[in-house]
């Protein structure tokens, strides 16, 4: 392969604020060190997270003071290889979710991070397609399977049943032969159904607690703390709510305890193992993932007004070349 070039170009941001304080900059490329791999981005997921972070939310205080550069999700080529890095060969399609909660500075042209933080792409998906799936699908396997332990027969509720984690969520519960029903309003219902939801439900037209009241778990992704109140409701003795990104509410917390049920926060990590699992369930049929839109790297501030709708189906994704 080619020696990269020692400039790239990045997204990067100076000051906390809306999506125009996005702009596209020429920057040092970084040098893989010891155990890392240096990706040619191909492609970069747009998460609520990237949103949150720029306007000084979120995670903002964990990076410090801009400038930075924002983005998690990856899909790319292995450029280079640092010292001890054994699993990946300049060439490799890899994908992944380098770095989160650190800076993960994926909205540029090439990224560093640890090899672990990586698998091999998924056969058969686009890079847009695989950069839609590692910090949402992550968030969704280690709230389904690592937190919760979701086993045949179970009720799931979904909440955002269309959105990022939402709609890989309904699909992996169901990978695990859990009941799963999904909220979504009436224009993305069909959307919903169509990733093998069993049941769901209008946001819009009904109240989800007085339809559920037997669930084993409840992923709550809308995270306001009068919602995760409402979920509580939807419990089944026992039961667990998992709140995604702010936590539990302490409100929420007390009346999970005083109810008899529980109620956790989670923050997704980096996960090779659960990215492979991912891609088999990929590669069998059984996980597709929705890009709802795919624009390039000079327009990362459109890209971020649209997932700050809070309206889009599935992901946003910025592509490179």
């Keep these: 392969m080619s020696t990269p070039p020692a400039r790239m170009q990045a997204v990067v941001q100076d000051r906390f604020g809306g999506p125009e304080v996005l702009r596209l900059a020429e920057v040092e490329r970084p040098e893989p060190g010891p155990t890392e791999i240096l990706v040619r981005v191909r492609a970069a997921g747009v998460n609520p997270v990237d949103v949150k972070t720029r306007a000084g939310e979120g995670i ?13 999700d990856v899909s790319g080529v292995v450029e280079a290889v640092g010292f001890g890095a054994t699993l990946f060969r ?9 770095r989160f909660p650190h800076a993960g500075a994926a909205f540029a042209e090439y990224v560093t991070a ?14 847009a397609e695989a950069a839609a799936l590692p910090l949402a699908a992550l968030t969704a396997w280690q709230i389904l399977v690592d937190t919760a332990d979701v086993r045949a027969g179970q009720r799931v509720l979904v909440h955002a049943a269309a959105g990022g984690v939402g709609h890989l969520a309904v699909q992996i519960a169901k990978s695990r032969g859990a009941y799963v029903i999904g909220t979504a309003g009436p224009a993305k219902a069909d ?64 009346l999970a305890e005083e109810r008899g049920v529980r109620a956790t926060g989670i ?55």
């Design 114 to 127: 640890p090899s672990r933080h990586f698998a091999r792409k998924p056969a058969g998906l686009s890079h």
């Design 60 to 72: 903002a205080g964990w990076l410090g003071d801009p400038p930075f550069t924002l983005g998690w």
């Design 90 to 98: 300049p060439g490799d399609e890899v994908y992944g979710m380098p």
């Design 191 to 254: 959307f919903v159904r169509s990733l093998g939801a069993d049941e769901v439900l209008d946001h819009t037209a009904v109240r989800f607690e007085d339809h559920v009241r037997d669930a084993d778990l409840v992923v709550d992704s809308i995270g306001t703390p009068a919602h995760q109140i409402r979920s509580l409701a939807a419990l089944r003795p026992g039961g667990l709510l998992v709140a995604v990104p702010s936590g539990v509410d302490p409100e929420a917390a007390r």
């Design 267 to 321: 923050l997704v990590e980096p996960d090779r193992a659960a990215l492979e699992a991912i891609t088999a369930l990929v590669e069998s049929g059984e996980l597709r993932v929705e890009v709802s839109a795919e624009l390039p790297l000079a327009a990362a501030a459109e890209a971020h007004a649209l997932v700050e709708t809070g309206r889009t189906r599935g992901k946003v994704v910025l592509t490179l070349g």
